[in-house]
């Protein structure tokens, strides 16, 4: 298994950048997304103690079919960061290094563009996989 090296503080504030900031940080090419939006399912290991107002920190397999602000598939490579997490979603219980199953809610158009809309824990022993994206075309 490849472990890419994830330099956390670096893709971490790029991140929160690209999540807060869409409109003024350069990851945006400026295109129109309809308002539908996108979902994902993520596997991802947790990596701190959940926090409503911070996020859900965590590090995250690689999403090949992310689509971007530009409405491209750029997908995403596995790194460390958070994400905001919808209101009805319970993250009770939830402890560092316990390994789930994200629903990830991505809409552009709305003021929260990425949201964890579902959460599910898995087995302990599930194996990640945490590498380049390989975005199709
Ligand atoms: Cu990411």
């Known amino acids: ?6 330099s956390t503080g670096h893709v971490l504030s790029l991140l929160l950048l690209c ?8 990851c945006s090419g400026g295109g129109h997304e309809p308002a539908k939006g996108h979902d994902y399912t993520v596997r991802a290991r947790v990596e701190e ?3 409503r107002s911070s ?4 590090t995250h397999e690689a999403i090949d079919d992310w689509v971007s602000r530009s409405g491209k598939v750029e997908g ?11 209101p009805e979603v319970s993250v009770e219980g939830l402890q560092p290094g316990d390994v789930v199953e994200m629903k990830l809610h991505v809409d552009w158009e709305a003021d929260l563009a990425v949201q964890i809309t579902g959460l599910r824990k898995l087995p302990a022993d599930t194996r ?3 590498r380049d994206a390989k975005p199709q075309p």
């Open 128 to 130: 990640l996989e945490f």
């Open 49 to 51: 103690v959940p926090n």
């Open 76 to 86: 995403m490579s596995s790194m460390s960061m958070p994400f905001p997490i919808a």
């Open 1 to 6: 298994m490849k472990t890419s090296a994830v």
């Open 19 to 26: 999540t807060l900031l869409p409109g003024i940080t350069g």
């Open 55 to 58: 996020g859900l920190y965590v």
